[in-house]
Structures are given as structure tokens and as C-alpha cells.
T-cell receptor, first 112, second 114 residues
């Protein structure tokens, strides 16, 4: 079975500050890991994904995430937050099935 | 290019009434199709997925059902809605090998049950 835990349902940062959103996964098979973003009343949009190879993955809008197998983590970071980054972020895992399992989400607020 | 449509976008229904939410995908064939529900504080819950016409896998016991009458059509239904069915319903698809492919989501259907 696979699962994802996102630590912190709400994160608030100041504009220009570092963004760090935490994600830990559980998987009995090598995982594929994803971060999605959701703006209010919209569907989800892919930020980045890890499948194999390089463990540091770069995505859209300046976000990146690092796959750390020893820590079973896939934290999302951005060096400098922008007001437009305010949204809900979801970490997800899939493996040897057709299913994508999501975490409960982290709502990011960016303060001016 | 591929697109995914969901309708209606917003729906307010009384308890005990039926439900039908529709999702269609354009520009691809034989996609894997998914229904997720997003309820406040509970993240995204996978409700159903389908790998082909008439093939439905249910993830959680609930008051809802799904059908796939055509290759690119996925319908979420209920005979009698409950208050707990309120939420934001998202349809998604991908095509290809399992695992590493990216899900593409529709814009969602917001259901309020009163």
C-alpha cells in the first residue's frame, strides 16, 4: 500500500522568504512522486514529478523538490515566495498501479 | 491537443435527490479515468478509476457509483444524496504505462447538498 503525509495543513511565509512544504511517503515499491498545485475553485496542475534518475527535480514557477529515499521524503521548496504562489499544494505517490494517492494538502499563504 | 470537460461546474441539490456528474475527454483514446472528491480538510480522496469501457474500480464504500458507457466518458452518480456527499469532485485522466504518467484534471464540479 502507498500513502502520503503532508506535515502542516497551513503554512504562511512572507513575500521573498523561503517556501518549504513537507511531504513524506510510504511505498512498498519504488515510488513515483508528484507535487500538484490548486488555485481556488480550479482543478490541479502539475508542478513537478520524480520518476527515476536525478533526485533533485525542478518544476514550474521556480519550485523544486528533492527525493530522499533514506528519509522517505519529497519536500517542495522555492527560494523566494511570490504573492502568486498562494494556493493549495498536494503531494502524491504512485507505483505499480494505476492509482495516484494524494496527501491532505498544504495551504500556502504569502504575506506582503 | 487533449482536453477534459466536467459539468455541471456547480450544483446545489437537496438531500435524497439523485446526482449525475459527467466527465468527457477529447483528443485521446483509451484513457485511464478517475473520480476524486475533495472535502474540506480531507485532501483528495480517490473514489473510482476506470481502465476501459465498463471497467470500474471502487476505492471506498460510499453512496456513489460510477459508470463508463463510452471510451472517453466517465459518469459519477447517486440515487439519493447525503449531506456528506458535499464536496468538490474532480475528474482526471492519463494514457500510457502505469505509475509515472501525469494526471490531467478537469476544472471540477462543486456539489452542495442541503
Amino acid at each position: 500500500a502507498q500513502s502520503v503525509t503532508q506535515l502542516g495543513s497551513h503554512v504562511s511565509v512572507s513575500e521573498g522568504a523561503l517556501v518549504l512544504l513537507r511531504c513524506n511517503y510510504s511505498s512498498s515499491v519504488p515510488p513515483y512522486l508528484f507535487w500538484y498545485v490548486q488555485y481556488p475553485n480550479q482543478g490541479l496542475q502539475l508542478l513537478l514529478k520524480y520518476t527515476t534518475g536525478a533526485t533533485l527535480v525542478k518544476g514550474i514557477n521556480g519550485f523544486e523538490a528533492e527525493f530522499k529515499k533514506s528519509e522517505t521524503s519529497f519536500h517542495l521548496t522555492k527560494p523566494s515566495a511570490h504573492m502568486s504562489d498562494a494556493a493549495e499544494y498536494f503531494c502524491a505517490v504512485s507505483g505499480a498501479t494505476n492509482k495516484l494517492i494524494f496527501g491532505t494538502g498544504t495551504l500556502l499563504a504569502v504575506q506582503p | 491537443s487533449q482536453t477534459i470537460h466536467q459539468w455541471p461546474a456547480t450544483l446545489v441539490q437537496p438531500v435524497g435527490s439523485p446526482l449525475s456528474l459527467e466527465c468527457t475527454v477529447e483528443g485521446t483514446s483509451n484513457p485511464n479515468l478517475y473520480w476524486y472528491r475533495q472535502a474540506a480538510g480531507r485532501g483528495l480522496q480517490l473514489l473510482f478509476y476506470s481502465v476501459g469501457i465498463g471497467q470500474i474500480s471502487s476505492e471506498v464504500p460510499q453512496n456513489l457509483s460510477a459508470s463508463r458507457p463510452q471510451d472517453r466518458q466517465f459518469i459519477l452518480s447517486s440515487k439519493k444524496l447525503l449531506l456528506s456527499d458535499s464536496g468538490f469532485y474532480l475528474c482526471a485522466w492519463y494514457r500510457g504505462s502505469v505509475g509515472a504518467n501525469v494526471l490531467t484534471f478537469g476544472a471540477g464540479s462543486r456539489l452542495t447538498v442541503l
